[in-house]
């Protein structure tokens, strides 16, 4: 086989950084399998042929038999890699659309499944495994009869559970009688068993195949995991520890009242700290997703706060933080742990319980919170982090979204935001730019310090122009630069807005503002030009042919500023409530929000919005786009724009 690899046009071939000429000499150093040159070749193969995915490039396809050969040489120190290189390209190509693989592949494929099985009776179980999972990419009937077969020869009980599980995806696609009561018979004897890991894993497979796990279920997930051989599932591709059996568990019943007994089982008595843990992770899940089992899950949270464990006690700190208001029963609790000295992985749990003070809006959190600000030690990041997805994460907030919902301390923290900015230089512009967000929110609250800010104004100039403009005409005495004199169509718009709201005087921003509308601007310049009222008048025609925008901030910016310049409602809420219909799929995205709050500025003429937000808020599901404590504030804010919408409607 290796004699024909330079009879490959490797050049007409294509990877993730171009033509593919050098994967020839990278296979041929991986099959030398020299110590540490071996590995660096695989890693810049792995990285050409796969990195993040995406697609299955035809390099891969011309690839795979020899990737195959390498998997199949006995002793060979990059079996186990490859495989998972083989895994991922094969999961790819089975995820991505057809036009996103490569036309050989699938021929490729077929002949490397088929070189592969023989592994299936390696000594190496690690091999085993990995060929197993591969087996689940099979279809039909070949897929059943395969795994059933893995399950009767199998001895490793990391595999085995592996098996179970992939039987139940094998019923979707399974057309003999005879496999699929092969396959029923099998998970239903071990549904009954005795084996705390095998009720778990045919409770998983039933799932798979369509099934639906029963409140009555819990009890499953929960031995399982309390179960002293629980870590059965570290060495299972479907397994993990404890937190990603917890992950399992929670995802596994689309009910609260379920996911709460869960919680309250593995929280129960004589619980391991792993055990513990999990119970918490749980938690997280099922308040991230439903408002309606908070109530039940904050006496086990509150619980966990004097426990043992270090991580248990941030992990109870962290969801109690997030829930905000609705646990400030525990608020004396959370301030006791203002000097506990444990961390959750890098968070330390005093600076988890300060974020938790803040927000229950517990005055007791003021020495602490002005000690940070003045030292500007460690704690609170300078930068606002986003997540996509709702996982569970240690992450805290930055030191913006710390402080800026608590403008009502204005007083008690601006001396020390004072002195702070009087200390910092260039070399400062991140914690800059953060103390500056703040005083942006807090607005006229911050006008004791223009000075301050305007001291800084060459240091970072767009999150101080965004401070200075919210601050209003208390800032008027400071001397902006000349719009001519920045470069950059933001800063420029930034600045011109800046001019307005301080001075009042709409000439700046309305030639600056007006020609970037009529220019086609989609984005800040419009929302800022409503802003300027009925002297922005002329660019109507503007902002009309943006309501036919591709985009839908574009569209929603329009319609807001075409309201607040004409005070027509006609044109305005038709797009602004067209924003909102991806909520009818149960899509929450920040314009969605943007509308909402638009359409309670309007008022009366917003209703025919009112019922589909209405329906929405109703609902129990946490109305977020972003992930980690994220999703809490999101949520908030989401409704709070909701009940101005209704108030104002009403």
């Keep these: 086989m290796w004699n024909g690899l330079d009879a490959i046009a490797w050049g007409e071939l294509r990877h993730n950084y171009g033509p593919a000429s050098d994967v020839p000499e990278l296979l041929r150093r991986c099959r030398a399998d020299t110590a540490d040159d071996a590995v660096t070749a695989f890693n810049e193969l792995d990285n050409n042929l796969y990195h993040q995915g995406g697609w299955v490039c035809s390099a891969a396809t011309a690839a795979l038999p020899f990737l195959v050969d390498l998997v199949t040489t006995p002793g060979h120190s990059l079996r186990s890699h490859v495989l998972h290189l083989i895994d991922a390209l094969a999961d790819e190509a089975r995820t991505v659309h057809d036009d996103w693989v490569d036309p050989g592949w699938p021929t490729a494929w077929r002949s490397a499944i088929d070189g592969l099985r023989p592994l299936a009776n390696d000594e190496d179980a690690e091999i085993r495994r990995l060929v197993t999972r591969l087996m689940t990419y099979l279809v039909g009937d070949e897929r059943a009869s395969a795994l059933l077969e893995r399950w009767h020869s199998e001895t490793e009980p990391g595999t085995r559970l592996d098996i179970v599980v992939a039987l139940g995806s094998a019923m979707n696609t399974v057309e003999g009688p005879a496999s699929r009561e092969s396959i029923m018979t099998l998970l239903s004897n071990l549904s009954t068993g005795d084996d705390p890991q095998f ?194 994460s240690s992450a805290i907030p930055g030191l913006t979204d710390v402080l800026a919902p608590l403008g009502e301390w204005a007083d008690e923290l601006l001396p020390a935001i004072r002195a702070r900015l009087g200390e910092l230089g260039a070399a400062d512009e991140a914690e800059i730019r953060a103390l500056a967000g703040v005083l942006a929110e807090w607005g006229d609250r911050a006008a004791p310090a223009v000075g301050e800010l305007a001291a800084l104004l060459p240091v970072t100039t767009e999150p101080i122009l965004a401070a200075l403009g919210a601050i209003g005409p208390a800032a008027s005495g400071v001397t902006l630069p000349p719009v001519t004199d920045v470069e950059g169509d933001r800063l420029r718009h930034h600045l011109a807005i800046t001019h307005y709201r301080i001075s009042g005087d709409p000439t700046i921003a309305l030639d600056v503002l007006g020609s970037a509308v009529d220019a086609g601007d989609r984005f800040a310049a419009v929302e800022w030009l409503g802003e300027l009222g009925q002297p922005a008048g002329g660019h109507v025609p503007a902002l009309s042919r943006l309501l036919d925008a591709g985009d839908e901030w574009g569209r929603a910016r329009a319609a807001a500023s075409l309201w607040s310049i004409t005070g027509d409602a006609t044109r305005a809420v038709p797009v602004l409530a067209s924003t909102l219909d991806g909520l009818r799929d149960g899509r929450v995205l920040p314009v969605m929000r943007f509308a909402v709050g638009r359409l309670a500025r309007i008022g009366s003429a917003a209703a025919p919005a009112v019922p589909l937000v209405r329906a929405l808020v109703e609902g129990d599901e946490r109305l977020a786009y972003f992930g980690g404590w994220r999703v809490f504030t999101e949520d908030e804010a989401f409704r709070a724009a909701a009940d101005r919408l209704f108030a104002a409607v009403a």
């Design 199 to 392: 009720r778990f894993a045919a409770l998983r497979a039933r799932v798979e195949a369509g099934g639906v796990a029963e409140p009555s279920d819990t009890e499953i997930p929960v031995g399982a995991i309390r179960a002293p051989d629980a870590n059965r599932w570290a060495h299972a591709t479907t397994g993990g520890d404890h937190l990603g059996l917890a992950t399992t568990a929670a995802k596994l019943f689309d009910d609260g009242a379920a996911q709460i007994a869960v919680v309250t089982g593995l929280a129960a008595d004589g619980a391991t700290v792993e055990v513990r843990r999990a119970a918490a992770h749980v938690a997280a899940i099922a308040t991230m997703h439903r408002r309606s089992v908070t109530t039940s899950l904050l006496p086990t949270l509150g619980r966990l706060l004097a426990d043992p464990d270090a991580e248990c006690r941030a992990r109870a700190l962290h969801m109690l933080a997030c829930i905000g208001a609705e646990a400030v029963d525990h608020a004396d609790e959370v301030t006791a742990l203002f000097t506990d000295e444990g961390q959750w992985r890098r968070t330390s749990n005093a600076d988890i319980a300060l974020w938790a003070a803040t927000r229950f809006e517990d005055r007791r959190s003021l020495p602490s919170l002005t000690e940070l600000i003045t030292t500007g030690r460690p704690g609170f990041t300078h930068s606002n982090m986003f997540w996509g997805d709702r996982t569970v």
